[in-house]
């Protein structure tokens, strides 16, 4: 169990969570939440940080977005609620049940964060 909660403070921290959102992170951990619970869980605890406008600048400036396309995707992004920051780490926490590393992980998280809107 401590392995698994250190691999996901890993994830997070690669992900470049917000403080906050590793907090949900570990609510719902502690809830034992996966799947659409888990997404829904991590979308309004986020939002209840208020770490939706703040995900997702962190988000663009990730993607280096600039100008109208920035604002575009910050806009698209505070709708959603922040929901690609939550569903990368759902996607990273399937990537881990499967055992996937290297270039079969990274492949199959950018898949599922795609499909799920990401």
């Given at each position: 169990?401590?392995?698994?909660?250190?691999?996901?403070?890993?994830?997070?921290?690669a992900?470049?969570?917000?403080?906050?959102?590793?907090?949900?992170?570990?609510?719902?951990?502690?809830?034992?939440?996966?799947?659409?619970?888990?997404?829904?869980?991590?979308?309004?605890?986020?939002?209840?940080?208020?770490?939706?406008?703040?995900?997702?600048?962190?988000?663009?400036d990730?993607?280096?977005?600039?100008?109208?396309?920035?604002?575009?995707?910050?806009?698209?992004?505070?709708?959603?609620?922040?929901?690609?920051?939550?569903?990368?780490?759902?996607?990273?926490?399937?990537?881990?049940a499967?055992?996937?590393?290297?270039?079969?992980?990274?492949?199959?998280?950018?898949?599922?964060?795609?499909?799920?809107?990401?």
């Amino acid at each position: 169990m401590r392995t698994l909660a250190t691999i996901l403070t890993l994830a997070a921290a690669a992900l470049a969570l917000p403080a906050h959102a590793a907090d949900c992170e570990a609510q719902a951990k502690e809830k034992k939440l996966a799947g659409a619970a888990y997404n829904s869980f991590m979308k309004k605890c986020t939002a209840d940080a208020g770490g939706g406008a703040a995900a997702c600048e962190k988000q663009a400036d990730d993607k280096k977005l600039a100008g109208a396309a920035r604002t575009s995707f910050i806009t698209k992004c505070e709708k959603d609620g922040g929901k690609p920051a939550a569903a990368g780490a759902a996607c990273e926490q399937q990537a881990d049940a499967k055992k996937l590393a290297g270039a079969a992980r990274t492949s199959f998280v950018k898949k599922c964060t795609a499909d799920a809107g990401g």
